[in-house]
């Protein structure tokens, strides 16, 4: 039996991490996994996916063809990612290393007009660590400061972010 997936996590002395992952079951996600997972899924559930599994072709696929909203966070990084249908994507939630490797700039109002023009119908919620964040959705561009803190651990900072952010617009509640 394979080991399941897991992160080896180091954070320097000012809460930055390094995060180091072994894939182990985490790539033998395959297609049948994945119709059976979403089997009762319907047009406008929301299917939040990270550059971390396998089976993202498919999952892409099967989640387009039924309506959903796909999410996706491009992290970790990989040439993976342009082999996906990314136009098919509702939310990208990137930070500002994703935003540059993903959108050609690591100026934010430069990633944002990149991020436009190639995927006008896709919303993108660009965060940026001190700096706080930024969302673009349908035209429309909202900043949003930090408050400000002692950073100690920022390991699950953009997953933490990334699911209330969902879990508040599936809710019906304003960007």
């Known amino acids: ?35 059976n997972f979403l089997q009762d899924a319907v047009p ?5 996916l990270q550059n971390e599994t396998s089976g993202l072709p498919e999952a892409f696929q099967i ?25 098919s994507i509702s939310w990208w939630f990137c930070n500002e290393v994703e935003g540059e490797a993903l959108f050609g700039s690591s100026n934010p109002t430069t990633i944002i007009e990149n991020f436009s023009k190639m995927y006008p119908d896709s919303n993108l919620v660009l965060t940026l660590g001190a700096e706080g964040s930024v969302c673009v959705s349908q035209g429309n561009i909202y900043r949003e400061s930090i408050f400000p803190i002692q950073a ?20 019906g509640l304003s960007i």
Do not use: R, W
């Open 44 to 48: 406008g559930d929301f299917l939040l």
């Open 63 to 87: 989640a387009h063809e039924k309506g959903m909203q796909i999410v996706f966070n491009p992290s970790p990084l990989g040439k993976n990612i342009a082999t996906l249908p990314l136009p």
């Open 1 to 35: 039996s394979e080991a399941c997936g897991h992160a080896i996590i180091q954070v320097d002395h000012a809460g930055q991490n390094c995060i180091l992952l072994y894939a182990g079951t985490n790539h033998k996600i395959d297609k049948a996994y994945i119709e």
């Open 152 to 171: 100690v651990d920022t390991t699950a900072a953009g997953d933490t972010y990334t699911g209330y952010f969902i879990a508040s617009i599936t809710k």
